[in-house]
């Protein structure tokens, strides 16, 4: 799948969703741009409605939009108003989400939740591009919960008398923020500029995890803190090569090495940045 324009964008899903099938990606043509998407659904399922109906959501409201998004701040518009809908479809199910908006050789990257952005640099560093909204200490929730006494959330008046439901909520999601949980809704946001050689990995945490230590913030990937994702993508040409890797690995870890892995939320996007005469 290949793009010409000032840089050239291989790209590939890896998409595993037969546990819990709440997990979705998509790439959506916008009127200045691709747009790559990874969402993870999740719910406490004490609703009729799941995580994985946000997820469908999302997906919906995108490809009927995609096309009227010229900036990022069109992007960042549609997203608040899909969080807003989202809202309604119970107070259980949310949806984590982070996505690249490509134009010529800029990337707009954009997150809420614990879905990751990996950039390898063209010298091979690997770094998490945006901080991850991962859950809430329970003084972070109490304080988030008091001071959100007096307003509407999920059509519920937030009281002092009510309150600690709120906290309760907060802690039960598991994240501090994703498309569905409040009305306090945010993006994490990041434009940069890509070079051949480059390459980014979406992936929800059922991808990272296994391979990975959590990292909440943004910034350098200690080597030895990921060694098999570094290896993965430092060892693979383009994003079909790291695709089929990257099913290799789990082969190899839960059949050789004999390690457990929770089965669902492996869903990714690759990107490589390449050079003309690679494409």
């Not at 993508?233 to 089929?244: G, K, L, M």
Request: glycine letters at 8%; proline letters at 2%; a neutral charge.
């Amino acid at each position: 799948m290949l793009f010409k324009n000032k840089v050239s964008v291989h790209w590939k899903e890896y998409f595993d969703n037969t546990c819990k099938g709440e997990d979705l990606w998509g790439h959506y043509k916008t009127s200045n741009g691709d747009l790559y998407v990874v969402i993870d659904g999740a719910s406490s399922h004490e609703g009729t409605k799941t995580g994985g109906d946000v997820a469908r959501l999302i997906d919906k409201r995108l490809k009927e939009e995609a096309i009227n998004i010229v900036r990022s701040k069109h992007l960042r518009e549609l997203l608040h108003s899909i969080n807003t809908e989202s809202m309604k479809v119970n107070e259980g199910a949310y949806a984590a989400i982070a996505g690249i908006l490509h134009r010529g050789r800029g990337m707009f990257a954009f997150g809420a939740g614990d879905v990751s952005i990996l950039a390898k640099k063209p010298n091979g560093k690997l770094l998490q591009t945006l901080p991850l909204d991962l859950s809430m200490q329970r003084d972070e929730a109490e304080k988030t919960a008091m001071t959100e006494i007096g307003t509407i959330i999920d059509g519920k008046e937030i009281t002092s008398e009510n309150y600690i439901k709120r906290v309760n909520q907060f802690l039960n999601h598991g994240l501090s923020n994703a498309v569905g949980i409040g009305e306090s809704f945010f993006l994490n946001e990041k434009s940069f500029y890509v070079k051949e050689g480059a390459a980014l990995l979406i992936a929800s945490d059922g991808i990272t995890d296994p391979f990975m230590d959590p990292q909440k913030e943004s910034g350098k990937i200690p080597k030895e803190n990921a060694l098999k994702l570094y290896e993965l993508i430092n060892s693979t040409n383009n994003a079909e090569e790291a695709a089929d890797a990257l099913k290799e690995l789990f082969w190899d870890t839960q059949v050789k090495e004999k390690r457990k892995i929770k089965a669902d939320d492996r869903t990714g996007i690759f990107l490589y940045m390449l050079n003309r005469k690679e494409a």
